[in-house]
């Protein structure tokens, strides 16, 4: 049989997953199918396959439905998307919920199968330059690895494929033990950083950095609770009642080498990808400061914006995206954006990450404080004014229907005269009784705005932004490391990265230790990485879930009443010494009851696949 390749090279060509591919062959229209033998043995076709393996990237994190809204930084705002089947609780082998294509278990063996197919032919390739054809294969081990990683995080271990099947094999495979699985993963970004040391790819490419990062973060993971057997026993049922917990975790062994492993790899990587964007850091910059250099983190340069610092990259390994291409991805603004700006609020944020911004001073913020309470969104950490949308918060300017000269978000009720002097009671333009569109409000009072361009000349309801979208950032190998090094006791280095990443963000240095530094970690990172798919794994790992995934949602009221003496007409405006303004959390179960039942920890395989391969074992809590 003679094979022909055209998936993977149209692909290639078509989906614009790489923005800067200097290669001729790009800038052509590809034929429907090219022989493989000629595929192998020309290296701009080569590369355009190795290209195509990248395409099982999709979106990255900027998918309308995206991983914050699977925890408690965010709330899916639309109905009848497979949100709730997850949050509640309810997914099962033959009702999946919501499945993104970065995750989908068709979609990840797919590329791993173009990733196999690539180690396989380029260890024959018959073109000339060893050095594309050492970084073709350095860039196919990375891919692999990485869409492995993808599936043990969801999943727990999986078959392990590394051959190429050919027609009418038998496709069954048993699942490799997770110890298994790991040690491919790490052999293989092993193997990508060998063969990447010394190669300069185009942006958006694997490098060896990449790979020392993918390394330190799959370690990082196995040595989490989830993955240490004894303990995920002692804290879940269904983990303990698991005939094959080889599957999910290490049965035995030395826990504190893991860490050590974890760590080592963690150093390796920030050693390689230097200390990060402004961590050099010996005291806390200013409150503005801080705000500014979180939104250039987030931005990575790519905003036309002349306040944040255009140099700001803490990518290691990216998403980039390019005005030529129509991607969804590049619809952030829109997906998540105010309905008072005609955008569709897709993932806002809840009560329960906004709470968690602490005060200036570093102390926590809380609802029984009068001062915090009278004054919510005053005096918090400035990573919140980069990450939040809340009531009176300044933002672009409105669409030409929208009468808001002081473009500020309005997500509340606020009384106001009308022509006659009459008052009335009118809700804001930003909220689910919008005069301006009454769909797509948020149900929980914010909005997100990390990630959305502020610039204000790009109209989010149609321009499309190009902020990439971090797979791997050297501040995630901070991150990594301070973890890494909380458990193995050595506190002070640990501490020491702790308060350089929030120097950054002009807040105060911790002084804890034990248990508190463990816990101030986690809500360091709990904040400086949201909505950049780590709570999700984080929570799990970590196995907080319960009392973290699955609290109720928590909303917030807001209603403006005029001062004594006080009013106001058509436009409001947020203003303070107008208006009584009372913020009141409410919790709120009708869209989203969630639930937090054990067995989701790991996914479900799907009822389908179960079928196809009679040697896939079940994960725990779906035999049901």
Same mark, same amino acid.
């Given at each position: ?10 692909? +290639? ?269 010996? +005291? ?108 009176? +918060? ?108 929030? /120097? ?100 479900? /395989? ?19």
């Amino acid at each position: 049989m003679k094979l022909t390749y055209k998936f993977l090279l149209v692909a +290639a060509l078509m989906t614009g997953g790489l923005s800067s591919c200097d290669t001729d062959f790009l800038d052509v229209t590809p034929p429907t199918e090219i022989p493989g033998d000629a595929v192998w043995g020309d290296g701009a076709l080569s590369e355009g396959f190795v290209t195509g393996i990248y395409a099982g990237l999709q979106q990255g994190g900027f998918s309308e439905q995206m991983l914050a809204s699977l925890t408690d930084e965010a709330v899916f705002t639309h109905t009848g998307r497979n949100i709730n089947t997850v949050n509640e609780g309810s997914l099962s082998p033959s009702n999946l919920g919501w499945v993104d294509a970065t995750y989908g278990w068709s979609q990840m063996y797919q590329y791993i199968r173009a990733s196999n197919l690539a180690i396989s032919k380029l260890a024959t390739a018959t073109f000339t330059d060893e050095t594309l054809k050492a970084r073709l294969k350095g860039e196919a081990y990375f891919m692999r690895a990485y869409y492995y990683q993808q599936l043990v995080r969801y999943y727990g271990s999986v078959p392990v494929i590394k051959k190429v099947y050919a027609l009418n094999e038998d496709y069954s495979v048993a699942r490799g033990t997770f110890d298994e699985c790991v040690k491919q993963i790490v052999s293989d970004a092993d193997s990508a950083a060998l063969l990447l040391d010394g190669k300069n790819p185009a942006k958006g490419r694997a490098t060896k950095t990449a790979a020392l990062a993918l390394k330190a973060r799959v370690l990082l993971y196995a040595a989490s609770d989830l993955h240490d057997i004894p303990t995920a026993k002692a804290k879940s049922s269904v983990i303990a009642d698991f005939p094959n917990p080889e599957f999910l975790g290490y049965t035995s062994g030395d826990r504190k080498a893991r860490w050590a492993a974890a760590q080592a790899a963690a150093k390796a990587a920030l050693d390689a990808s230097g200390s990060g964007y402004k961590l050099n850091l010996t +005291a806390p910059v200013t409150a503005e400061q801080g705000r500014l250099n979180y939104i250039s983190l987030a931005m990575a340069g790519a905003s036309a914006d002349k306040s944040l610092d255009a140099s700001a990259n803490d990518i290691i390994f990216g998403r980039y995206f390019t005005p030529s291409q129509n991607e969804g991805a590049r619809q952030t603004g829109l997906n998540n954006g105010p309905n008072g700006y005609h955008n569709w609020a897709g993932n806002t944020p809840i009560g329960t990450l906004v709470d968690d911004y602490e005060m200036m001073d570093g102390t926590p913020f809380s609802w029984t404080n009068p001062t915090h309470k009278a004054s919510p969104y005053v005096n918090r950490d400035p990573r919140f004014y980069a990450t939040v949308m809340y009531d009176g +918060a300044n933002w672009k300017p409105r669409p030409s229907d929208a009468k808001d000269p002081a473009n500020q978000i309005q997500t509340g009720a606020y009384d106001l005269l009308d022509d006659k002097g009459a008052l009335i009671n009118r809700k804001g333009l930003d909220t689910r009784s919008s005069s301006i569109e009454d769909w797509n409000g948020s149900r929980t009072g914010y909005y997100m705005r990390k990630f959305i361009d502020p610039n204000p000349t790009l109209y989010d309801n149609t321009d499309r932004q190009n902020i990439p979208w971090p797979f791997f950032r050297a501040t995630e190998n901070v991150f990594n490391y301070i973890e890494a090094s909380i458990e193995l006791g050595e506190e002070a280095v640990a501490l020491e990265w702790l308060n350089k990443i929030r /120097f950054r963000a002009g807040m105060p240095a911790l002084k804890v230790s034990g248990a508190a530094l463990k816990e101030a970690y986690r809500h360091e990172k709990r904040i400086e990485m949201a909505y950049e798919e780590q709570r999700y794994h984080d929570a799990r790992r970590w196995m907080v879930a319960p009392t973290t995934l699955g609290r109720s949602l928590q909303y917030i009221n807001v209603i403006g009443k005029f001062k004594a003496g006080k009013s106001m007409k058509e436009p409001y405006h947020y203003d303070p010494t107008v208006y009584d303004y009372t913020y009141t959390p409410v919790e709120e179960k009708s869209h989203e009851n969630r639930t937090w039942v054990d067995k989701m920890y790991f996914r479900p /395989f799907s009822r389908d696949e179960i079928n196809r391969n009679a040697k896939l074992v079940q994960n725990p809590g779906y035999d049901k």
